[in-house]
């Protein structure tokens, strides 16, 4: 009787732990290269409908910070409404890609010193509560 109890517990707790796991809204960014410490990083997050033809992407979301050291970690928060921003009334979820652009803005004059290099992708594409390395280059 005891084992039966401990089992029935054990899958209780289970279900009460799962129940409450949080999704993670966050991107996590490490950003790399040759830049000094120094200036501000701008990360844009876009959103598109990939089965929508001449679809323009989406701004989803800006974020800009200080540059205190190499390489930067960022976490950027993924936005709740993310997907509704995005041709809210035709697109599926699933249809729905997101991308970023790092740029670095060194000296604070409004003029991108640095960016992102692809490495052979053709956009940084990146989904919520993933961890992505970023490398950039000077213009």
Known sequence: MKKVIILFISVIFVMLTSCNKKEDNTIELVIRGEFPTKGKAIIHLYGYDKNIPDESTALITEKKINIKKNPLEINLEFPKDAYKIINSN?????????FITVDLDINEDKDVDYTQDFGGETLLMVVPGMKKEIYVKKI
């Open 90 to 98: 035709y697109s599926k979820k699933e249809d729905v890609e997101f």
